[in-house]
């Protein structure tokens, strides 16, 4: 499993890579969404990260399991447009004992191609957490999904979920730049369920000094009511 | 109270356009589970680019239907289960319309919606296949070829952004409707 690792971690840098940190774990969610009259929605999500190893590349790290953290959002959308949508939401992050908040909005723009659909969402945040500066962020994701039988994504078939996104984050005049990718693979489980399993890979603290790689096996799962 | 009356005649009118609904399932097959009669009709048609052939279902009915592009623009043929061809569809701008039909089209859409956009537009080629072949290939004087406006459009409907299917025949005027049924993309969105 290292060695893919490493292997994913090779494409995406440049830098050395045996002295880059990794950890690597589960983020399994549960994604409830449920739309409301006059075109608003609300859309809560549960989320759960896991560590199972972590350490240097070129050093034999032994099962290190750890309960990291647990994220709840609920986030308020509204469409603006048949394929625009801004949404205001709330964080509360569980983590050591300790509730950290954070507040998010979010601009959504969803358009739909003959074989894939393709989404672009602008976000900022603002974490509050005790003792520590607030920290702001700007992010930019592209995502896609393309389904893996016919030209759009049925129930009972399989599609293939690309997403790319930046994460600019300024904390106490510090700078830093977050990169994710995540293939996921999911499968329409009916009108209003749908699952993915994937990789979650981020890539942090390279713009100074050894970058740190996380790699996070996803699993999602969408319920709409 | 003329306002009323000609707001509640429209509803009337409109409602029963709103209560149809479109649903399509695509799914992608062989050629070799194509009827020959189908597959010898693309074939003559002589596209240097690859055709990928459907299945679609549809809420009532089903049919066969092969993709391609051919001179930068997107083909869809349609046949019956048997093979018998529906219709030759080809996406065009809204501009490449004539502009006769574009402002009929543009009176009757906005009388219902106030505001639209669209999304799609293809021009639809029905009637005798040898005929719709000649037409298309050899650009000859049409024949017993029915031409048709395939339109979809958005609008805000009842406090919603919905998505619609037009047909309106070779003058703009209105033929039929359908809601087409959105599918679920909070899995991109969130």
Redesign the interface.
């Known amino acids: 499993m290292k060695g893919i690792l490493l292997f994913f971690a090779l494409l995406a840098t440049v830098t050395a890579v045996g002295q880059t940190e990794y950890q690597f774990g589960l983020l399994p969610s549960f994604n409830l969404n449920k739309k409301l009259s006059n075109d608003f929605a609300l859309n809560f999500e549960l989320e759960s990260r896991q560590q199972l190893s972590q350490g240097l590349f070129s050093d034999s790290n032994a099962f290190d399991f750890e309960y990291i953290l647990t994220d709840l959002t609920l986030i308020a959308g509204k469409k603006i447009a048949a394929n625009q949508t801004v949404t205001l939401g709330y964080l509360f992050r569980i983590r050591d004992g300790q509730g950290i908040h954070r507040s998010i909005q979010q601009f959504i723009v969803t358009k739909k191609f003959t074989g894939l659909k393709l989404s672009q969402r602008f976000a900022t945040d603002q974490t509050f957490e005790k003792n520590k500066s607030t920290a702001f962020r700007l992010r930019y994701r592209i995502a896609t999904e393309i389904p893996l039988n016919g030209q759009s994504v049925d129930v009972g078939e399989f599609f293939l979920k690309l997403n790319n996104e930046y994460l600019n984050q300024l904390e106490a005049s510090t700078y830093d730049l977050e990169v994710r990718l995540t293939p996921f693979l999911g499968y329409t489980i009916s009108g209003n369920q749908k699952f993915e399993l994937g990789l979650d890979y981020r890539i942090s603290s390279f713009l100074e000094g050894p970058a740190s790689h996380k790699f996070w096996i996803g699993m999602n799962w969408y319920q709409s009511l | 109270m003329p306002k009323l009356v000609c707001t509640f005649l429209l509803l009337i009118v409109v409602s029963p356009v709103f209560a149809q609904t479109k649903y399509?399932?695509?799914?992608?097959i062989q050629e070799a589970d194509v009827p020959a009669v189908a597959l010898d009709y693309v074939n003559a048609f002589a596209f240097s680019k690859k055709i990928k052939w459907?299945k679609e279902y549809g809420l009532e009915s089903t049919s066969i239907e092969a993709?391609t592009r051919s001179d930068g623009k997107?083909f869809s043929i349609e046949f019956n289960d048997n093979g018998k061809l529906e219709d030759v569809e080809i996406d065009l701008r809204w501009k490449q319309l004539p502009e006769e039909v574009r402002s009929t089209i543009d009176r009757y859409l906005n009388e219902i919606y106030g505001k639209y956009?669209l999304d799609k537009a293809q021009i639809q080629y029905s009637g005798d296949p040898d005929h719709i072949l000649r037409f298309l290939r050899k650009k000859e004087e049409h024949q017993n070829i029915t031409i048709r406006y395939e339109l979809v459009i958005?609008a805000?409907v009842r406090?919603?952004?919905r998505?619609f299917e037009y047909l309106f025949d070779d003058a703009g005027s209105y033929i039929r409707s359908a809601e087409i049924i959105l599918?679920?993309?909070?899995?991109?969105?969130?």
């Open positions: 399509e399932k695509e799914v992608r459907f993709k997107r956009r958005h805000r406090k919603q952004y998505q599918r679920n993309s909070d899995n991109i969105e969130y």
